[in-house]
């Protein structure tokens, strides 16, 4: 409780300090780097502080928690909400203030649009921050293919950051229309984002038309009943690769699966699209400590070569 308690102390003090503090998780218990405290996160989205529950905790921590919480902060500026992601439905309780009727996750000057107390995700992932700072500082002047979107994030951040183009292509319409009202909450070029209701594995004539690309994202559920499992789907997306993008590029492979490791998605690479060429796997955020590395969100750089032309030769006529 202690060490949960100076994060919230640490978060008193950014409030007391700054009128505007970017989204960030305030502890994370689930890397196993603070025993008997798995079962917890915090968040900060402005001015919520979200509490999420994977357990039922321990008898009295809520009571304790909730108490020292209410010297911290100003009840009537600031948000506590408990989710319960062991219970079915992942039910919210707000405990203190008013859930404002639209929440945002704030990166800088870029707001994304959250769906808290309404669904078990948020709408933005906090621990995915490094997979956007890169694809931030490779955007410019790219077409950029975005694969699994969700709600875009990926997508506003490099048209911001001076992407030519940006396809998304989830097979929800639900979260891309989230995307499209991301695009226009930050006032974005609406010509340079594109966005398809697509079933991924089912769709690549329809993907690979609107390329060629020079930069390819794949941020995949690691399981998804009926449409996506990571250990046997995510060889099909590699596979494609070399013709969705022709002219050679980058790829920005994301996988958060526990139970998959770095190498498991490496050897993918090596069995399924040779040609690409390990560049490095992006450290993971420091607001996400984990015990054992191949637990955490795994983000791997990939580059491709040019495609090589096979040109038949005709033999010499004697």
Not at 119 to 132: C, H, I, K, T, V
Not at 190 to 219: C, H, M, Q, T
Not at 221 to 230: D, E, H, L, R, T
Request: charged letters at 20%; hydrophobic letters at 45%; a neutral charge.
């Amino acid at each position: 409780m202690n060490a949960i308690i100076e994060r919230l102390e640490l978060l008193a003090e950014k409030i007391a300090a700054s009128e505007l503090i970017d989204s960030y998780r305030v502890f994370h218990g689930r890397g196993h780097t603070f025993p008997g405290l798995e079962f917890v996160t915090v968040d900060f989205f402005q001015p919520v502080i979200l509490v999420t529950l994977f357990a039922e905790p321990p008898h009295n921590f809520l009571t304790q928690l909730i108490n020292k919480s209410r010297f911290l902060f100003d009840t009537k500026k600031t948000v506590l909400l408990i989710q319960r992601r062991y219970i079915a439905g992942a039910p919210s309780e707000c405990i203190w203030g008013v859930l404002p009727e639209h929440c945002v996750a704030r990166r800088g000057n870029l707001q994304f649009a959250l769906h808290l107390a309404q669904q078990q995700n948020s709408g933005f992932f906090l621990d995915m921050e490094p997979g956007r700072a890169w694809i931030e500082q490779n955007a410019r002047n790219k077409r950029i293919l975005n694969l699994f979107a969700y709600t875009c994030a990926f997508s506003v951040v490099a048209v911001a950051a001076g992407a030519e183009c940006v396809v998304n292509v989830d097979m929800s319409s639900a979260a891309l229309n989230l995307g499209r009202s991301n695009h226009i909450r930050n006032s974005l070029d609406k010509s340079r984002s594109e966005f398809l209701a697509e079933n991924i594995l089912k769709s690549w004539s329809r993907i690979k038309k609107r390329g060629p690309y020079d930069v390819v994202v794949i941020d995949p559920p690691s399981y998804q009943k009926g449409s996506f499992i990571a250990e046997k789907d995510y060889a099909k997306v590699i596979r494609r690769l070399p013709e969705l993008m022709p002219e050679g590029g980058m790829v920005l492979a994301c996988l958060n699966a526990p139970e998959l490791s770095d190498v498991f998605l490496r050897k993918l690479f090596l069995e399924n699209c040779t040609s690409a060429e390990f560049v490095e796997r992006l450290r993971p955020h420091s607001d996400f400590p984990d015990i054992d590395p191949e637990q955490q969100l795994k983000l791997l750089v990939y580059r491709l070569p040019p495609a090589v032309s096979q040109v038949s030769q005709v033999p010499e006529q004697i």
